[in-house]
């Protein structure tokens, strides 16, 4: 009997699983309750039944803090200092919120706000105050990575031990306004803004941040989960000339793969959410 290797000169891979059931490629987006408060490059945190979403920009820059309870948000104690273009991490019973911007042009924030589930308190200080960062890892173990400063884009990546901020290698490509998520040992920081929208992908091992498979659609202030760095969503955004978009794309640690789009093509958006297959 021939086999297919004599044919066509190569293997056929065993596979454990269908890969066409990996990166939840027949998932489907659907309305939920809206928030109280509209607004744009807040911190998202939490998974989909528990979440947070707090600071942001409306007509001015906000402290709001609201948590959803997988049914309604909620408006909780206000953070600290009100800022745009902060970054979160943890849970909704124990949370993070970190750098960001206080008011026009820049006056990038280095301030590190903790929940408790109650109320925030601030704690340790970034080392390098940015805006437009990612984050990922939890209340207690996170990281701090990109943004950008009155300079310019920063390639800053910072872990955080519950106590303080420690600078650890940095990301390749300077950028801000990307996606993040995972945790302080698998992350990974998906496309961003250069003096132009992206699509370079780097995933994070805990020692050092690798290259890996491009985005289909290069675009930056964007929303994106992630459990670890094989195991992301990235949506919405911005593509260039400065289109407003929908797309809705799954990492599986080996490719990019397009799914179901959001319900509005919209940018400045943020996500929380624990895997590729469960978003808000």
């Given at each position: 009997?021939t086999?297919?290797?004599?044919?066509?000169g190569?293997n056929?891979?065993?596979?454990?699983?269908?890969p066409?059931g990996?990166?939840?490629?027949?998932?489907?987006?659907a309305?939920?309750?809206?928030?109280?408060?509209?607004?744009?490059?807040?911190?998202?945190?939490g998974?989909?039944t528990?979440?947070?979403?707090?600071?942001?920009?409306?007509?001015s820059?906000?402290?709001?803090?609201?948590?959803?309870d997988?049914?309604?948000?909620?408006?909780?104690a206000d953070?600290?200092?009100?800022?745009k273009?902060?970054?979160?991490?943890?849970?909704?019973a124990?949370?993070?919120?970190?750098?960001?911007?206080?008011?026009?042009p820049?006056?990038e924030?280095?301030?590190n706000?903790?929940w408790?589930?109650?109320?925030?308190?601030?704690?340790?200080d970034?080392?390098t105050?940015?805006?437009?960062?990612?984050?990922a890892g939890?209340?207690?173990?996170?990281?701090?990575?990109?943004g950008?400063?009155?300079t310019g884009e920063?390639?800053s990546?910072?872990?955080?031990?519950?106590t303080?901020w420690?600078?650890?290698?940095?990301?390749?490509?300077a950028?801000?306004?990307?996606?993040?998520g995972?945790?302080i040992?698998s992350?990974i920081?998906?496309v961003?803004?250069?003096?132009?929208?992206?699509?370079?992908?780097?995933?994070?091992?805990?020692?050092?941040w690798?290259e890996v498979?491009?985005?289909?659609?290069a675009r930056?202030?964007?929303?994106g989960?992630?459990?670890?760095?094989?195991?992301?969503i990235?949506?919405?955004?911005?593509?260039p000339?400065?289109?407003?978009?929908?797309?809705?794309?799954?990492?599986?640690?080996t490719?990019?793969?397009?799914?179901?789009n959001?319900?509005?093509?919209?940018?400045n958006t943020?996500?929380?959410g624990?895997?590729n297959?469960?978003?808000?």
């Amino acid at each position: 009997m021939t086999d297919f290797k004599a044919i066509k000169g190569f293997n056929i891979k065993s596979l454990a699983t269908d890969p066409l059931g990996a990166g939840a490629p027949n998932g489907t987006w659907a309305s939920a309750n809206a928030m109280n408060t509209a607004r744009r490059v807040a911190a998202g945190l939490g998974i989909q039944t528990a979440a947070i979403i707090v600071g942001g920009e409306t007509s001015s820059i906000l402290a709001l803090n609201e948590v959803y309870d997988g049914t309604s948000w909620s408006e909780e104690a206000d953070i600290n200092t009100a800022r745009k273009a902060n970054a979160g991490s943890g849970t909704t019973a124990a949370g993070l919120t970190f750098g960001g911007a206080s008011g026009p042009p820049a006056a990038e924030q280095a301030n590190n706000e903790v929940w408790d589930g109650t109320c925030w308190s601030e704690e340790g200080d970034l080392n390098t105050g940015r805006a437009g960062l990612g984050g990922a890892g939890t209340s207690t173990a996170a990281l701090a990575m990109g943004g950008i400063l009155s300079t310019g884009e920063s390639a800053s990546n910072e872990s955080w031990n519950g106590t303080a901020w420690t600078e650890l290698a940095a990301i390749n490509t300077a950028r801000n306004s990307a996606a993040s998520g995972g945790t302080i040992t698998s992350a990974i920081f998906a496309v961003g803004l250069t003096t132009a929208p992206v699509n370079n992908v780097e995933t994070w091992d805990g020692t050092s941040w690798s290259e890996v498979a491009e985005v289909n659609s290069a675009r930056s202030i964007l929303g994106g989960t992630a459990k670890d760095a094989n195991n992301s969503i990235i949506f919405g955004g911005r593509t260039p000339p400065g289109t407003d978009v929908a797309i809705t794309e799954a990492w599986n640690g080996t490719a990019w793969t397009e799914i179901a789009n959001l319900g509005t093509s919209r940018d400045n958006t943020q996500g929380a959410g624990a895997s590729n297959t469960s978003a808000i």
